[in-house]
C-alpha cells in the first residue's frame, strides 16, 4: 500500500526578526543563511540544532540517476540500491516509510513504498539541490520520519524573473561502467515583464553495469560474467512550466512527463507457486518453474538493449504529473507570507516477463497544501499549515498484494523558533488523521497520530555550541502493512498484512556538539530512538530462500554516531576526515539491513587557473551484526578520485568540464542495506562530462 501524498511545494521564507539578532554576538550575525528550500523561515548556521545538510546541483550532476545511489556518499545515508534503475536512501539505519523523499517539498505519488524494485520518481540530475532534514522541521512534512527526510528541490516553476531576460544550462556526460549516456538541459525566458517560461528535460541510455567478476548459477554451473545481467537502465523526463510574477508574489504551473524501462537484477519466479498454510509454506511443484531465462548473450555488447530486455524482468514506468504552486506576502493581517500548492500525479508502470506484463501497478495521487508564516509574536516566529492528500492505488497481476484502495490523510502542522539569550529554541507539532477504504471485506482503516519535537541550540562560547533533539513520533499504518496477502518476488517472500495494526510510536533523543572557526570545522551527532509497535515483517517459515512473512508490532531501538571535521590546510587545499555507525534491534534482535560503519578521509583542492580536485577514501567495514536469514557482508576499501577545469566561454556562458574515477581499486562492493545484498555494485569506472550555463 503506499500512499504516497503528493506534498506541496514549500518553504515558506521569513526574514529572521531584527529583534532577535540584535542580541547575539558579532560572530552569530555573521554566520552563513542555511538556503533550505523546504524550511519555511530563513535561519543562520546557530538556529539549527541538528545537522540538515544540502548538496549542491554540481555534485548532483556528476552523481547516479536515482535519488539513492545519488546520496549514498553522504553522512549517515546509504542506499538500498535495486540494480541500476531503482534506489532509496536508507538514513541513520531507516528506508521506506520512515524516509520520505520529497518533491519541492512535495511527495511523490508513485509506489516506491511498496519494494525495492520500484523507482522513485524524483530527478536529482535536474534538481536545483538535495536537502537532507532532521529534527522539528520534518513534523512539517510528515511524522516517523526519525531518520530524516529528503526534498529535492526543482526550476520547474519560475519564482523570478531572469536578469537577462533568459538563463540556462545543458550539459553532457558518459560513464564507462554501464556504457551510460545522459545529456540534460534546461532553460528559463521571459516572456514580456511579468511572465517567464521554464522547459527542461533529461535523457540516459545505461547497459548493464560492469563488476571485477559476477558468479551467476546457471544450468547446475557456475558462470564468471563481467557484467551484471538485468541492471540496465534507461528513461526521459521533459517538464514544461510558466509563471505570472508580480510584486507580492507570484502564481504558477508545471507538467512533467517521465518514461524510464530498467531491469530487475535477482527477480525469480521460482517460487511464485508458493503459498501458506497456517504458519508454514507449501512450494509443491515450484521446480517446474524454469524461469531462469538464457543468460548466454554477450553481456559485453554495448548497445543491444532489446536484447538485455529479453534476459530477466524488467520494468516499464509512465509518470504524470500536474502541479500549481502560488506565493503571496503580506496576505493577511498578521501574516507575512502565503503558500499554497496543489498536484495531481497519473502513476503507472508494468513489470514486463517474456513479453508480457505480469504486474501492473497504477496510482493516482492528489495533494493540496497551504501554508501561513506569522509575524513575530512574543519573539517567536513560526509557520502554521494544513495538509490534505489522497492515492488511488490498484495492483493487478502475479504481485497483487492487496485490492485496491483508496488512502486520504488530512493534516494540521505547526512550527515555531525562538532566540533567548545564549538558546535557540524550536518548536513543531503534527497532527494526522488517515482513512484507507479497500475494495473487498477486509475492514477499512480508520486512525489518527499526534507527534511533538523540540530543540534547543545552546551557544556556550564563541564558535561552539552544544544541541539537544528530542521527539515523540507516531507513524500510521500503510495500506500495504494492513492488507497484504501475495507473492512479493522481488523480496523473495509471502507477505500477509495485519488489519489490527496500531500506530507505530517513537521516542527520539539526539546530543550534538558543533565548532566552527576560521581553518577548523568539526561536529560530532549521537542519536538513540526507541520504538513501541514497531511495524516490520517477521519472518515465520522458510522454505530454501523464500519466506513467510508476517507484518507485526514489537519493542525496537536504533543507535549510532555520525562525525566530521574538517581543517584548511592552505588556501587551495582542505583536508577533512568522517565516519558514521548505526545499530538496530528488534526484539533484540539485530534489525534486518542495516548498513555497516564507515570511516574515511577526503582532500580538496582549489589549483588556481580554473583547475580543481578531489580525492576520497573510505573504509566500509563488514557487517556481521545480521538478522536471522541474511548473511554477512565483506568490507571493502573506496578510492574516488575527480577533476574539474571551469572557465567563461564568451561574456554571457561559462563552460564547466569534469572527470571523476570512481572504485579505482576495483573492489567487489556489496550494499548490506539492498535486498540484493548478494549482487555486486559497481566496479572500476570513469565519468567524463561538460556543462554550460548561460
Request: hydrophobic share 30%; glycine share 8%; aromatic share 10%.
Amino acid at each position: 500500500m503506499y500512499f504516497n501524498k503528493n506534498l506541496i511545494t514549500m518553504a515558506i521564507f521569513s526574514m529572521a526578526s531584527q529583534a532577535i539578532l540584535a542580541n547575539e554576538s558579532s560572530q552569530v550575525q555573521q554566520l552563513e543563511t542555511i538556503q533550505l528550500q523546504a524550511h519555511p523561515l530563513v535561519q543562520t548556521a546557530a538556529d539549527f540544532s541538528v545537522s540538515d545538510h544540502v548538496v549542491d546541483q554540481r555534485t548532483l550532476s556528476e552523481g547516479a540517476t536515482t535519488i539513492g545511489d545519488a546520496l549514498a556518499g553522504e553522512l549517515g545515508v546509504y542506499s538500498n540500491q535495486f540494480g541500476a534503475g531503482s534506489s532509496r536512501p536508507v538514513i541513520r539505519g531507516q528506508d521506506g516509510p520512515r524516509v520520505k523523499v520529497l518533491q519541492h517539498a512535495s511527495e511523490t505519488a508513485d509506489v516506491s513504498a511498496l519494494s525495492p524494485d520500484h523507482a522513485v520518481t524524483v530527478d536529482p540530475i535536474l534538481a536545483k539541490q538535495v536537502e537532507i532534514i532532521r529534527g522539528p522541521s520534518t513534523l512539517l512534512y510528515a511524522a516517523g520520519t526519525v531518520g530524516g527526510l529528503v526534498n529535492v528541490t526543482d526550476n520547474k516553476i519560475p519564482t523570478a524573473i531572469p536578469e537577462k531576460g533568459y538563463e540556462g544550462k545543458v550539459g553532457v556526460r558518459y560513464n564507462t561502467g554501464s556504457d551510460e549516456k545522459l545529456a540534460t538541459g534546461g532553460a528559463t525566458v521571459a516572456l514580456g515583464q511579468q511572465f517567464a517560461l521554464r522547459v527542461e528535460g533529461s535523457k540516459h541510455d545505461a547497459n548493464n553495469y560492469i563488476v571485477p567478476s559476477y558468479a551467476k548459477e546457471h544450468d547446475g554451473h557456475v558462470d564468471y560474467e563481467r557484467r551484471v545481467p538485468d541492471t540496465f537502465s534507461k528513461g526521459e523526463t521533459f517538464s514544461i512550466g510558466g509563471s505570472w510574477i508580480h510584486d507580492r508574489g507570484f502564481v504558477g504551473m508545471a507538467y512533467t512527463n517521465r518514461h524510464d524501462k530498467y531491469g530487475l537484477p535477482g527477480h525469480s519466479h521460482e517460487y511464485e507457486s508458493c503459498h501458506p498454510h497456517g504458519n508454514s509454506l507449501h512450494c509443491g511443484g515450484h521446480d517446474d518453474h524454469d524461469h531462469d531465462h538464457d543468460h548466454d548473450h554477450d553481456h559485453d555488447h554495448d548497445h543491444d538493449h532489446d536484447h538485455d530486455h529479453e534476459a530477466g524482468p524488467w520494468v516499464d514506468l509512465k509518470s504524470k504529473r500536474y502541479e500549481v504552486r502560488t506565493e503571496l506576502q503580506d496576505p493577511l493581517a498578521g501574516f507575512s507570507k502565503l503558500r499554497a500548492h496543489a498536484s495531481y500525479t497519473d502513476y503507472k508502470h508494468d513489470e514486463i516477463d517474456d513479453g508480457v506484463a505480469a504486474t501492473t501497478f497504477k496510482s493516482k495521487g492528489y495533494d493540496t497544501r497551504l501554508e501561513l508564516v506569522h509575524h513575530v509574536l512574543a519573539g517567536w516566529e513560526g509557520v502554521v499549515g494544513t495538509q490534505y492528500n489522497q492515492q488511488k492505488l490498484d495492483i493487478t497481476g502475479t504481485e497483487s498484494l492487496f485490492n485496491p484502495t483508496n488512502s486520504k490523510k488530512w493534516s494540521l502542522f505547526a512550527l515555531e523558533h525562538k532566540q533567548i539569550g545564549d538558546f535557540h529554541v524550536e518548536l513543531s507539532a503534527r497532527a494526522d488523521q488517515q482513512k484507507i477504504k479497500i475494495d473487498s471485506k477486509q475492514k477499512d482503516n480508520n486512525a489518527h497520530a499526534f507527534s511533538g519535537s523540540g530543540a534547543v541550540n545552546w551557544e556556550f562560547a564563541p564558535h561552539y555550541k552544544l544541541s539537544l533533539v528530542g521527539s515523540h513520533q507516531q507513524r500510521l499504518p500503510l495500506a500495504q502493512e494492513l492488507y497484504a496477502n501475495g507473492v512479493h518476488l522481488a523480496t523473495n517472500t509471502y507477505e500477509r498484512g495485519n488489519q489490527n495494526l496500531d500506530v507505530e510510536k517513537s521516542n527520539n533523543l539526539e546530543l550534538g556538539f558543533h565548532y566552527e572557526h576560521d581553518k577548523l570545522d568539526y561536529h560530532v551527532h549521537l542519536y538513540h530512538n526507541w520504538y513501541e509497535n514497531y511495524i516490520y515483517a517477521a519472518t515465520t517459515a522458510q522454505f530454501e530462500n523464500f519466506r513467510l512473512v508476517d507484518y507485526t508490532q514489537d519493542k525496537a531501538k536504533f543507535y549510532g554516531a555520525e562525525a566530521q571535521a574538517a581543517y584548511q590546510l592552505t588556501e587551495d587545499y582542505k583536508v577533512s576526515i568522517f565516519g558514521d555507525m548505526v545499530r538496530g534491534k528488534i526484539d533484540g534482535s539485530n534489525a534486518p539491513r542495516v548498513p555497516a560503519g564507515r570511516l574515511g578521509t577526503k582532500v580538496d583542492a582549489d589549483f588556481g587557473d580554473q583547475w580543481s580536485g578531489s580525492a576520497e577514501y573510505y573504509h566500509a567495514f563488514k557487517q556481521d551484526r545480521i538478522s536471522t536469514f541474511e548473511q554477512d557482508t565483506p568490507s571493502y576499501n573506496m578510492v574516488n578520485l575527480g577533476l574539474a577545469y571551469k572557465a567563461q566561454y564568451n561574456k554571457t556562458t561559462d563552460y564547466r568540464i569534469y572527470f571523476k574515477a570512481n572504485n579505482l581499486l576495483d573492489q567487489k562492493v556489496y550494499q548490506h542495506a539492498s535486498f540484493l545484498a548478494t549482487i555486486p555494485q559497481v566496479g572500476r569506472n570513469f565519468t567524463m562530462g561538460v556543462e554550460f550555463n548561460f
